[in-house]
């Protein structure tokens, strides 16, 4: 995935006001001084949907949110709309590396006017272990630069529609384009030909490889058995599935 498109604006403007289905909203939250390499981290992933997201910093009302709890100079806080099927693939990465989920309760300052709103959250492990944060604003509104993350298929689009002005460069372009686009026919032609319920146990298997289980933690997980006792009785070898989403 190459650097995000950066734009101006609010998350609801860029991403709308609920989440869309099959897709969820999370805060993770890092010292500062890490943003640097936690973008250098998910510039590398690749994902299957566009990710969207903004920064939320606060810039009044700093000693009130810090004698709540929580330093805001010293830290990011990064609001993302993902597709579930790419949360395992974004998180993957950073739970390896000890980030913990939990829930956080973002609640207004004294000028500010939002219901208070519970997010899933990802933390840093030197992050703060604040269980709540205030902001002078909606995170939803808050305004300033947003970002979409393309997808692996988005850059491929935009890469076909670009207008190189040297001849070897088109050609040269036609010939890894061709092979890009083929990658993604095969892919998507793979996806297609899986059952909504195989699609449906490689996501719950994705989702709790994000909450940082185990291969073993998530073989004993509620949601696991559930859906894995639906599949076996559809014939669906979900044994494998688990084993190669950890190879």
Known sequence: MAAPKMTRGSFRGLAGSMEKKERTRLLLIMPRSFRPEYELIIEGLEINDDVFSTYLRPRSNLEEIKDAGFDSFDHSIHLIDIAMKDLGIWMKPLVSNDWNRTEIDISPTSNSDFSTVT???????????????????????????????????????????????????????????????DEIIEVVAEENTESPLKVEVRQTIEMLKADGLDMTGIMEHPKFLDVSERASVAGIDVWTMVVGMFQ
Not at 123 to 139: G, N, Q, R
Not at 140 to 146: A, R, Y
């Open 119 to 181: 997010w899933t959250c990802f933390k840093h492990p030197d992050a703060s272990d604040s269980s709540t944060i205030l902001l002078p604003f909606d995170p939803l509104d808050f305004q300033g630069k947003c970002f979409t993350h393309l997808s692996s298929k988005e850059e491929i689009n935009e890469t076909l529609d670009s207008e190189p002005t040297i001849e070897e460069e088109i050609q040269n372009e036609e010939i890894e384009n061709d092979d890009q686009v």
